[in-house]
């Protein structure tokens, strides 16, 4: 069974900080790469930020270089979504994701989803 598991949403002011963590089981884990995504109200799903497997390699939405990072703890099974200087237009549902490639960086390479975060900034 592949489960996806996201915590650490919330609301926070504008220029405010959130971790988002994303607890997986050991199967969908190990030699996959891990991605965050997010959804505005009425707007498609959209790519935020996606590790390696090894967490070697990152990538980012242009939107959130230099504010938001990704890590895995391969060891426990969970990755994390630092996000730091956050501005009204992030407020969205967060959704971590699970590919089953060692690096995958667009949204149709994903095929397990966890149920969502909502984070909401302030102005």
């Known amino acids: 069974q592949v489960q996806l598991v996201e915590s650490g949403g919330g609301l926070v002011q504008a220029g405010g900080s959130l971790r988002l963590s994303c607890a997986a089981s050991?199967?969908?884990?190990?030699?996959?790469?891990m991605g965050w995504f997010l959804q505005a109200p009425g707007k498609e799903r959209e790519f935020v930020a996606a590790?390696?497997?090894?967490?070697?390699?990152?990538e980012y939405a242009d939107s959130v270089k230099g504010r938001f990072t990704i890590s895995r703890d391969n060891a426990k099974n969970t990755i994390y979504l630092q996000m730091n200087s956050l501005k009204p237009e992030d407020t969205a549902v967060y959704y971590c994701?699970?590919?089953?490639?060692?690096?995958?960086?667009?949204?149709?390479?994903?095929?397990?989803w966890g149920q969502g975060t909502q984070v909401t900034v302030s102005s």
């Open positions: 590790i390696s497997w090894s967490g070697g390699n990152s």
């Open positions: 050991r199967r969908t884990f190990s030699g996959n790469a």
């Open positions: 994701a699970a590919s089953p490639y060692g690096s995958a960086w667009y949204l149709a390479q994903y095929d397990y």
